[in-house]
């Protein structure tokens, strides 16, 4: 895996995580009006960099498969767990 790609890789993974947080945090404190303008902030800075990474390196997931392609891109590259950060 090139260094781009595990950066983006990474940076991928912070967000996940941040936005599950916030998630867990806003089911407590629905009222919190930071945590939910920070939570929106991060889902789409994730969408992003899902998106940048999906058009340059292929799908993370099956729903990730773009449309219109004459094969099947899932099953290539490495599998999560042969991921080495």
Do not use: C
């Not at 800075?45 to 094969?71: I, N």
């Not at 899932?74 to 080495?84: A, D, F, I, K």
């Amino acid at each position: 895996m090139d260094p781009n790609q595990q950066a983006l890789l990474l940076e991928i993974m912070e967000l996940e995580f941040t936005a599950i947080d916030l998630n867990l945090f806003l089911d407590t404190h629905p009222d919190e009006k930071r945590a939910l303008v920070l939570f929106d902030q991060i889902n789409q800075e994730l969408t992003m960099a899902v998106e940048r990474y999906e058009q340059m390196y292929g799908p993370l997931t099956a729903s990730g498969q773009v449309p219109g392609r004459d094969h099947w891109d899932w099953v290539e590259g490495p599998w999560p767990w042969e991921q080495t950060f």
